[in-house]
Nanobody
């Protein structure tokens, strides 16, 4: 399993970003996929997940509900995360993972993408 995350940047509070993750080496069409993040000095935290085809049900952590939208394009092996109304607490490194809220697994060695929300 190999994930490549991108799209992170420095953004002001209230701004927006769209993260992308391309993946290979896994039967992704059949897997629930997640975004997780790691804030400075803290552990990994589940952010959001999406079921595989055909359900595509979406789930969000309470802290990002109504601000983030998760999506996937299995034809392009891509998972994405649209983040709006960003807050300083959203700062961290974002990774994609397989699994859902309590079952996610992040492959070792992933670089993630840095999101910094600051004025």
């Amino acid at each position: 399993v190999r994930f490549v995350e991108s799209g992170g940047d420095l953004v002001q509070p209230g701004g927006s970003l769209r993260l992308s993750c391309t993946f290979s080496g896994v039967g992704h069409r059949y897997l629930e996929m997640s975004w997780v993040r790691q804030a400075p000095g803290k552990g990994l935290e589940w952010v959001s997940s999406i079921n595989p085809y055909p359900e595509y049900n979406r789930f969000y952590a309470e802290s990002v509900e109504d601000r983030f939208i998760i999506g996937r394009d299995d034809t392009r092996s891509t998972l994405w995360l649209l983040m709006t109304s960003l807050k300083t607490d959203d700062t961290g490194v974002y990774f994609c993972a397989t699994g859902g809220r309590t079952t996610w697994e992040k492959p070792d060695g992933g670089q993630g993408t840095q999101v910094t929300v600051s004025s």
